[in-house]
Every structure is written in structure tokens, then in C-alpha cells.
């Protein structure tokens, strides 16, 4: 029984996942490039303002409050392990079409969080929410939607913002360090509780600090790989380009899969690692003092930025030198990229295992904390105030009880929960993208300008 309900699962996540899932998020990215004007050469803007303060504007937490929230739980697993299972079944030639998905992406990251500003709300007590969810509500007259939407968010929470990634925490301790799966559930499920009930402040104090530190750790410790590996960068640059294009096999082992492969691979990893136009960075978003929605718009896209365009680029060069410098890794029999990403970095002495292990960790734990900030916007969307408690204390226990269960499952229905948080989300984004135009031509000139729309306050 258990079998055939895993193969229907399973099934499902191979059709909502399928190509049409992946020119419908592509198609969007292109789509909202061109409709904002090429938003993506505003990114160095967007940098900018993600460290500027703009502390009489309304919001909950800063700007960059809210941008390192929403990379806590986009730069995850993903970005390491998922690049490698991208190269592993897709050839090195993914890793191309994953930057460039990246790059439009950064379009559809900046449109969905416009109308999570947008709309937003306040509750009485003066906290912030928004998303999909209140985009398709106020903006659209679509509440049943937003009601699926947060249905979906909710639920996945538990599996791909939770348990999969405290999995990925204890197996690397068990791994490498030696310590019990039960004893890092625990501990993880601890330090989880005391973040979380403080609320979007104390987890976006908590980003703030942990966001930066794991991400300049782990580029530095890329940078010194490729700098071990220097003879082979413009070599592995040019193996990436030309097997994005064309099959056939390169030095020390790689192995093209041909233009299909590599396209369907990166794409749907690059996707899948930023996030957008899976309308969960929004969400934090939503909460930032913000003077207009541009302003935080253009903050909350460079996440994909510095998620895909740098975090995954880096990831990949770091695989592909590493495995054309060291012939030994043959990874014409490797389809797991956790296998593929262990094989390269252990061939570095010391820093490569370093650099995995506290990289997995650190991405892992702050994808815990930003998936649980979203959850609870979900909860509080279609159950009020009253559903957060509870919420809170299942998270913990499903954070406590990972390590020690089975969740090829759980990773697969919360694959599919992704897929179906995606739908409602993009709907609103292309049904609302006059919104959209009419306020980055309204603001982009004058990013200091005030929203001159009112916030309403909710009985939630």
C-alpha cells in the first residue's frame, strides 16, 4: 500500500514539476523583464538600499531585516547539494542555464514583491502582513485563492522549510563530527523555539547576523578553492558554455548530457533554489519599513541575485574545476548530487570539508527560521492570531523528530506543495503586472517618494 501511494506521489511531483511548470516560471521571468524595463540593471540600486535605513517609513523591521529573512530560507541545501545534483544530471552545462534563470528571475522577485507591499495590511497591535495571499484578495478580488495559496505555504513549511532541512543538519554532524541525529534534533528544535517566539524581529535580528556571516564565509572559502584550482577556471568556463549547448564529453571525467538534459536540470534547480515566483520571500517583504513599494521591491531582488547569480555560480565553478583538476572523480556513473558535491570538495585537504559542512549547517538552520516566519503568515492568513501558538509548537516538534525519520516522502509532497504555492502566486503576479508597471514608473525616479495609498488595519 505504502508503495503504490509513494509511486502516486511521486508521480504527481514529476507532472507538476514537468516542463510545463518550468515555461510557465521561465516564461514569467522573461515576461516581467520586459514588461519592468529590464528591472535587473536597478540591482546595484537595490544593494545599495538594502543597507540604508529607512526607519520613519512603516514596517516591522528594516529593509535589510527583511531581505536577509528572505535569504535565510532561499540560500539553503539547494545552493550546494542542488547545484550538484543540477551538474550530476544535467551535466556541467546546467550550470549556465542556471545563472541565467537567476538572472531573469531577479524580474519575477521584484514584481511579487511590489504587490506584497502593495497590498499589505496592518493588525490592530501593528504588525505587517502581506504576500500572495493579500495581493490576490485586495488586489484581484481572489480571496479563495489566497486562502489556497496559504493552505499550501503552510504545509510546506513543515517539510522543505523544517524537517528536510534539519535532516540535512544532523547527517552532516553524524557524518563528521559524530553526534547523534536525536541529540541535533534537540538542539536545533531549541534554538528554533527560542528564535520563533519572538516573532519576525527577533528572527530578522537573528538573519541579520547569520545571513551575512554564512554567506561571506562560504564565498570566501569558493574563492580560495578557485584559487587552488586557478588553472582550470577558463577551461571549466568553457566547458560550462559549450556543453549548455551541445553533448559530448570534457577532461577529467565530465560528462555532457546534451541541450535537453542541461537546460531541464539548470533550469529547474535555479528555479527551485531562488524561489522566484514561488511567492515565499514576499511574505518578509511585507513587513519592511518601507517609503514605497519600489524601494523594498528592488531590495528583495537582489536575493535572487546573491541566491543564484553568485551563491550557485560559485558553487558550480567550484564543482566543475574541482572535478577537472582531480580525474579521479568519474561522474559518468553519479546521478545524486549530494555524492557529486561530497567527492569534489573532499578533494580539497581540510578547507574543502570545512567549508561543506559549516555551509550545509548554517544554510540549513537559517532556511529553518525564514520557513517559519512564512508558515505563520500562512497560518495567521486563513486561522487569525489563534492558529500561531499551535503552529509554533508543531514546528518545533517536527524540527525535534526529522533526523530520525524518512522523508523521501516529506521532500516529495513538499515538492509539490511548492509547485501549488507557485500557481496562485503567479496568477497574481501577471494579472497585477499593470499594477506593477504603473508603480516602478511611478517610483523608480524618485525612490525617497512617499506611498501616498493607505495601509488598512485588520481585526486578526
Not at 508521480?11 to 528591472?39: C, E, N, Y
Request: proline content about 3%; glycine content about 10%; some cysteine.
Amino acid at each position: 500500500m505504502l508503495d503504490s501511494i509513494t509511486s502516486i506521489i511521486n508521480s504527481i511531483d514529476g507532472f507538476v514539476w514537468g516542463w510545463w511548470m518550468i515555461i510557465l516560471l521561465l516564461g514569467t521571468h522573461v515576461f516581467m523583464t520586459i514588461r519592468t524595463g529590464f528591472i535587473q540593471k536597478k540591482i546595484g540600486t537595490g544593494i545599495r538600499l538594502s543597507v540604508t535605513k529607512d526607519p520613519n517609513a512603516e514596517g516591522e523591521v528594516s529593509q535589510f531585516g527583511a531581505l536577509t529573512t528572505a535569504l535565510a530560507s532561499t540560500i539553503g541545501t539547494g545552493n550546494i547539494i542542488g547545484v550538484g545534483t543540477a551538474i550530476a544530471l544535467g551535466g556541467p552545462g546546467a550550470v549556465l542555464w542556471c545563472w541565467l534563470t537567476g538572472v531573469f528571475g531577479i524580474a519575477t522577485k521584484y514584481s511579487e514583491s511590489l504587490i506584497a507591499v502593495k497590498y499589505r495590511v496592518k493588525t490592530k497591535d501593528g504588525r505587517m502582513q502581506g504576500g500572495a495571499m493579500y495581493a490576490l484578495e485586495r488586489g484581484l478580488n481572489m480571496k479563495w485563492l489566497g486562502l489556497i495559496f496559504a493552505f499550501f505555504g503552510a504545509f510546506a513549511s513543515f517539510g522543505i522549510g523544517c524537517a528536510t532541512q534539519v535532516n540535512a543538519i544532523a547527517t552532516v554532524c553524524k557524518e563528521n563530527v559524530g553526534i547523534p541525529p536525536i541529540v541535533v534534533g534537540i538542539v536545533v528544535a531549541v534554538l528554533t523555539a527560542l528564535v520563533i517566539f519572538g516573532g519576525i524581529k527577533s528572527i530578522a535580528n537573528v538573519c541579520e547576523k547569520l545571513v551575512p556571516f554564512m554567506a561571506v564565509f562560504y564565498v570566501i572559502g569558493c574563492i580560495i578553492i578557485l584559487g587552488i584550482n586557478y588553472d582550470f577556471i577558463i577551461p571549466a568556463l568553457q566547458k560550462i558554455v559549450s556543453l549548455a549547448f551541445t553533448p559530448g564529453a570534457a577532461a577529467g571525467g565530465l560528462v555532457g548530457r546534451g541541450i535537453m538534459m542541461a537546460m531541464q536540470y539548470g533550469i529547474a534547480r535555479g528555479l527551485f533554489s531562488n524561489e522566484s515566483g514561488m511567492g515565499s520571500a514576499p511574505i518578509a517583504a511585507a513587513a519592511a519599513q518601507t517609503r514605497n513599494p519600489v524601494r523594498q521591491a528592488l531590495v528583495s531582488s537582489t536575493g535572487t541575485f546573491w541566491d543564484t547569480v553568485v551563491v550557485c555560480a560559485m558553487t558550480g565553478l567550484v564543482l566543475v574545476t574541482s572535478i577537472m583538476k582531480n580525474p579521479a572523480i568519474d561522474m559518468s556513473n553519479v546521478t545524486d548530487g549530494g555524492t557529486l558535491t561530497t567527492l569534489a570538495f573532499s578533494q580539497i585537504p581540510v578547507l574543502g570539508p570545512i567549508i561543506l559542512v559549516v555551509g550545509i549547517i548554517s544554510f540549513a538552520y537559517s532556511t529553518v527560521l525564514g520557513w517559519a516566519y512564512y508558515g505563520e503568515r500562512c497560518v495567521e492568513y486563513f486561522s487569525g492570531s489563534k492558529g500561531l501558538i499551535p503552529y509554533r509548537v508543531l514546528y518545533i516538534i517536527v524540527a525535534a523528530i526529522a533526523p530520525i525519520a524518512s522523508l523521501n516522502l516529506v521532500w516529495t509532497i513538499a515538492d509539490i506543495l511548492n509547485a501549488l504555492m507557485a500557481i496562485p502566486n503567479l496568477i497574481a503576479v501577471l494579472l497585477l503586472s499593470n499594477v506593477i508597471v504603473k508603480e516602478t514608473k511611478k517610483y523608480i525616479n524618485d525612490l525617497d517618494a512617499s506611498d501616498d495609498s493607505e495601509i488598512p488595519v485588520i481585526d486578526k
